[in-house]
């Protein structure tokens, strides 16, 4: 078993806090599918909670530390050169509909740059961590991206826009071309997983656009640690900054960077 750090002892900390109370509301959530008007406001209610969790476990042991949260949005802190990027429940629709596949996203970023990221799915208990220089780990188990060379043996992970979301047009023609190039896309509904599963090798690649700071910052380092590369989907340098990003092995990035951006 690998020893923690002092810092990703803190943020497995709060994330298993929160995650105990996510859990029975998950619960819950999945006796309220029958009513009429569903369990939204009570989604609502429970990612509150778990943010207010992991800002309070999280403050109380690094106090200077700011925030960006996807509820609460930018908290400034004492400290300007640290701050926690969170998304207290990621993959919210899956969790409102009672699909076991949501997660805890906690990325620390120190002068601009990721430095640690936490990704815990509280359901099936995998926890996903990764520190600058440390490597990334699936519950105390390193871990490496895939060793696939070739597109056409790849599952590749993507995010498609929705109601009221992105350009459906335009990702239809992407998502055609992309298709006809490898063995399977899969549409989880997390964006940090996705990007977890790139770094544990069990997607080969993930691209999604319209992304959120916490949607990603946790993920990154993960694959980036897993030994794996991330860029923006046209290859530029700021996925954090731009909410682009395209995350996969070393091998398949080129291949797959052409192919999305054909047109
Ligand atoms: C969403 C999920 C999803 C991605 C969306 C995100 P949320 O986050 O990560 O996989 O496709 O773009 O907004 O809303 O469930 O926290
Ligand atoms: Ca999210």
């Known amino acids: 078993m690998t020893l923690r750090s002092p ?3 803190v943020m497995t900390g709060a994330a298993q806090k929160a995650a105990r109370a996510l859990k029975r509301d998950f619960g819950e959530v999945e006796q309220l599918q029958v009513s009429r008007k569903g369990p939204s406001d009570f989604v609502s209610a429970a990612d509150l909670r778990a943010e207010r969790t ?6 109380k042991a690094r106090p200077k530390f700011g ?3 996807e509820e609460g949005g930018e908290i400034k802190g004492e400290d300007p050169r640290h701050r926690w990027i969170i998304d207290p429940i990621d993959g919210t629709t899956n969790f409102l509909h009672g699909i076991p596949h949501f997660a805890i996203s906690i990325g620390l970023e120190m002068d601009g740059e990721i430095i ?3 990704v815990f799915n509280p359901v099936t208990d995998e926890m996903f961590v ?6 990334a780990f699936l519950n105390d188990h390193r871990l490496r991206v895939s060793a696939r060379t070739d597109l056409t043996d790849a599952v ?6 929705h109601h009221g979301r992105g350009e459906h047009g335009p ?11 490898v063995a399977g896309i899969r549409r989880m509904g997390t964006a940090s997983l996705d990007l977890a599963y790139v770094a544990a090798g069990r997607c080969d690649g993930y691209w999604e656009t319209g992304l959120q700071p916490w949607d990603m910052a946790a993920g990154l380092i993960l694959v980036r640690e897993a030994g794996g590369f991330v860029t923006e989907v046209d290859g530029g340098k700021t996925p ?3 909410g682009s990003v395209l995350a996969t092995n070393a091998k398949l990035h080129k291949g797959l960077q052409g192919i999305l951006n054909q047109d």
């Open 7 to 9: 810092l990703m002892t």
């Open 130 to 135: 990764a520190e600058k220089g440390k490597g």
């Open 171 to 181: 990702y239809l023609k992407v998502l055609g071309r992309v298709m006809a190039a």
């Open 240 to 242: 954090l900054a731009s």
């Open 67 to 69: 925030f960006l949260l």
């Open 116 to 118: 640690a990221g936490l």
């Open 54 to 59: 992991l800002r309070q476990e999280l403050t």
């Open 156 to 161: 590749i992970a993507t995010g498609i826009p």
